[in-house]
């Protein structure tokens, strides 16, 4: 069911970032996501599920909208912003109105909930049904490697905070992300040793961050080369992708290529 409404989704969540510049959650962050999502219910025992085909559907809204909201309202508490897109959408869209379930809806408002505890998310196994679950598992693997070290700098810039309080504000978040997601894939062990990479990945490039020098450092001169071209000069990422590469790195040179690489 979810082949069908596939077109329609993309292209609704197309039109919610036109004229909205932010790379790191637009419409190709929602792409991936949807993408993580079926890897994970790959991993799923699919015969727990009431019915497979509203589970899918489901859950391919969610994560076509689930950052929508950030359109506008570009802080943390976007989820209720997301969910009257959502809801204006399928308006114009009765017949999926009819299909989509309210777990759904729910996921759409609560998935920028990084607390994971005060909704319960991981007292019960990983089931399909479970919409909320699979997308915040799947929107936090967007947030590892080295694209999630870009994403968090980018938004993180865009939210007015300052390059020096970056690191340690990432680090809480993303220990968060990350207890969620291994307590819940634990019993998918290829896929959990992945994400436990990518997550060290990022994980040690801000824990070195925060060690250097925060006004000198390359990380400080990646800090203000996203602020530039991204934030004030609103440039995409293919810009920024020839400024990396184009800058005398030492330290991070290794860094910027795996990053231009995953760009």
Not at 60 to 67: E, I, M, R, S
Not at 154 to 163: C, D, P, S, T, V
Request: net charge negative; aromatic share 10%.
């Amino acid at each position: 069911m979810e082949v069908s409404w596939l077109e329609k989704v993309e292209l609704a969540c197309r039109q919610a970032f036109t004229g909205t510049h932010i790379p790191s959650h637009d419409f190709a962050h929602h792409q991936r996501v949807w993408n993580y999502a079926l890897e994970i219910t790959r991993n799923l025992d699919r015969s727990n599920s009431s019915n497979n085909d509203q589970a899918f559907l489901n859950l391919l809204v969610a994560c076509y909208f689930h950052d929508t909201g950030l359109t506008i309202n570009p802080g943390e508490d976007h989820g209720a912003d997301s969910l009257r897109i959502l809801e204006k959408w399928m308006e114009s869209n009765p017949n999926l109105k009819l299909l989509l379930s309210q777990s759904a809806l729910d996921a759409v408002r609560l998935h920028d909930d990084k607390s994971y505890k005060q909704q319960g998310l991981n007292q019960h196994p990983l089931s399909l049904d479970n919409t909320l679950a699979i997308l915040s598992i799947a929107d936090d693997m967007d947030a590892l490697g080295y694209l999630g070290i870009l994403r968090y700098t980018e938004i993180y810039l865009m939210r007015g905070i300052a390059a020096q309080d970056l690191p340690s504000k990432v680090a809480a978040n993303l220990e968060s992300r990350f207890q969620f997601m291994a307590q819940t894939i634990k019993s998918m062990p290829e896929l959990y040793h992945h994400q436990r990479q990518r997550y060290e990945i990022t994980l040690q490039f801000f824990s070195r961050w925060a060690k250097q020098d925060q006004i000198n450092s390359e990380y400080a001169t990646f800090a203000a080369l996203v602020q530039s071209i991204v934030v004030e000069q609103k440039l995409d990422w293919k810009l920024l992708s020839t400024a990396l590469q184009n800058h005398p790195w030492t330290d991070l040179k290794q860094f910027t290529q795996e990053l231009v690489a995953e760009m």
